[in-house]
């Protein structure tokens, strides 16, 4: 049962790579005309185009590539390369680059942070080019009116700086990895521990900058109210370019506290997190507990066993939360002492420490800016000519350490009923043997629950207990091996089937899981399109390819799992 998607993807996959050398001409003769074409439209620019781009006889092409690949699966040497790499520096780059690959019918891949779980912001099965956003990354936080405006090209962790420089007292509802890139994060969602007070990212954002299909810049009256509600939560890949957010910051105490309390098996973990599926997602909305559930082994006995992490966020001080928590979840035996008092961003660089093992970078003290390239080469907000200095030097990332990246693979569930004990049991021996995935539970409730579920694509809100998050990393650089670490995560979830919702299965979509369907954008489009929209989007999956329809016909901004227009 489990792998009939799979093998037909596989299938499907094969079927493709076959017929592909006969329909497409030599990628050099491409990769030229294609650059004869950028460098036309630049000519009598004053933004020349020449210097941002790198093709592989640049030294600097393997760094550039490689720089913001934040999954080593796709990082192999089988891993299919980009003809060549633009990093645009103003929008007349984005504009040429979009008109000369329509005329030359070359694929684009738009990158921002390079954390999409499934690489496809930076690898393809057609020849093609990345579009990377690193150089468009300013920030510009209005305290008066509780608002920023942030490029694609920015991290969240720079955001939460800029905002924290200003004002201890504001935040944003991200994620909490700060090297994520608001290109691809605020577009497809956006949860973190602030969902229960404040909702996603994407019920933040007040406006929009984008370029479109044929070139035009769009804000949200231009744009018009359909295309602004599809790039905030249906991926803004399928529609444009987006070069901009505008955020609404919210309001956050000056002190907040945290606390990770951790129970194996053996100290109740089982009691405990049942009660937690009762209880998480019906306290106040200012507490947030995530729960990780992973293998550990017990040096005595050669035994192994779970250890179940609560980690938490709470928008107040630590005495009420103590006396809240013995009130309505005693099971967990929260004390003081467990609890740390802190300021919002300190608490975002605490939740990134906790995290192990989720591959964002840790350790620095300057965590939140630390995207391995220097901050002092930001360009500015509508770089003006006097700013634009097209040397092609110094826009090469410059590394400052290693950064930590893994091989992973991650996959998504809702819960919708509570898992009953003997069904806990179960899946604690399932992990057990399969030892390395391991199960992450973010409740909902809250303002989550509150929101209509058309209200923005994303359609995962009322009566929902937590999103599940399944998570495997691994060290082997080796595609036997990332085969077998894609199967065992596979089976965990094929193991949750009976307890998770249904039909259909639903995901999230900033969880890309390729496993859900591919798309080749041929005549069988809108039928594979509707595999893995109805899963993301649910009921909002027609509306997002009507709008597809109607803004990119042709199908100009597509990937492996974007919106599928119509069958004509
Ligand atoms: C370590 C890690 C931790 C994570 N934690 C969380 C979390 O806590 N909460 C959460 O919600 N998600 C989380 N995610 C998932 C994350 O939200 C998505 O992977 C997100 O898409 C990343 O955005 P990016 O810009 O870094 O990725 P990219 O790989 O650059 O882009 C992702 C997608 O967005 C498109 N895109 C990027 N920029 C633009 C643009 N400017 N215009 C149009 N399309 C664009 C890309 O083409 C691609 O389809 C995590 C991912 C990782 C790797
Ligand atoms: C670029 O311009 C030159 C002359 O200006 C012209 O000969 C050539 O055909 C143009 N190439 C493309 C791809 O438009
Ligand atoms: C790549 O090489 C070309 C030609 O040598 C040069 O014009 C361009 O500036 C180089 N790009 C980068 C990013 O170094
Ligand atoms: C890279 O260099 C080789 C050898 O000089 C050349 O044949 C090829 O056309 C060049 N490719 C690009 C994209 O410039
Ligand atoms: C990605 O692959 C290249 C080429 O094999 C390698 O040099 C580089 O170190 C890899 N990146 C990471 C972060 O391991
Ligand atoms: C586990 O729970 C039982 C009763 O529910 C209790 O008696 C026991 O003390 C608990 N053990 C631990 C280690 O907390
Ligand atoms: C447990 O120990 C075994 C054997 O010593 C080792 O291979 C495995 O990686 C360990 N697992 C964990 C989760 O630490
Ligand atoms: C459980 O895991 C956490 C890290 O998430 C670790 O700090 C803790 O020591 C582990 N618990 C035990 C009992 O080893
Ligand atoms: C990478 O991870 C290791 C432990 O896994 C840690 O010791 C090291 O400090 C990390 N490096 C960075 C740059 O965060
Ligand atoms: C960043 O670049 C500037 C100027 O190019 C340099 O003075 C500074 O030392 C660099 N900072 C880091 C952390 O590399
Ligand atoms: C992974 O699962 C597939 C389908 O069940 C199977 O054909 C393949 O052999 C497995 N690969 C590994 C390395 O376990």
Partial sequence: MRNISLEIVLFYFSLFSFLLPLSCPTSDSVTHAFLECLENHSQFSSYPISGIICTPNNSSYPTVLQHYIRNLRYNMSTTQKPLLILTPMHESHIQSAITCAKTHSLQMKIRSGGHDYEGISYWSEVPFFILDMFNLRSIKVNIEDETAWVQAGATVGEM???????????????????TMGVGGH????????????????VDNIVDAQLIDVNGRVLNRETMGKDFFWAITGGGASSFGVVLAYKIKLVRVPAKVTV???????EQNATEIVYRYQHVAHKLPKEIFIRLTMMVMNITEGNKKTINASFMSLFLGDSETLVSLMNKRFPELGLKKKDCKEMS?????IKWTNYALGTNCDIGAPKVLLNRAYNSTH???WHSSKSRYRPS???RTPQFQKKKNSTHLKRKSDYLKEPIPKDG?????KR???LEKPMLTFNPYGGKMAKITPSAKPFPHRAGIICKIQYATNWKENDVKESEHYVNLTIMLHTYMTPFVSKPPREAYFNYRDLDLGINHNGHGSYFEGAAYGDKYFKHNFKRLVHIKTKIDPDNFFRHEQSIPTLPS
């Fill in 344 to 348: 919002f961003v300190q608490s975002y």
């Fill in 378 to 380: 930001l360009t500015r």
């Fill in 431 to 433: 992990m057990i043997e």
């Fill in 259 to 265: 606390f990770d309390v951790h129970r194996t098996l």
């Fill in 186 to 201: 605020l577009s497809g969602g956006g949860y973190g521990y602030l969902m229960r007070k404040y909702g996603l990212s």
């Fill in 160 to 178: 939460l700086y800029k905002i924290a420089e200003k004002s201890n007292t504001h935040g944003f509802p991200v994620g909490v990895c700060p």
């Fill in 392 to 394: 092609g030097r110094s």
């Fill in 424 to 428: 806990l049991e179960y899946i604690c």
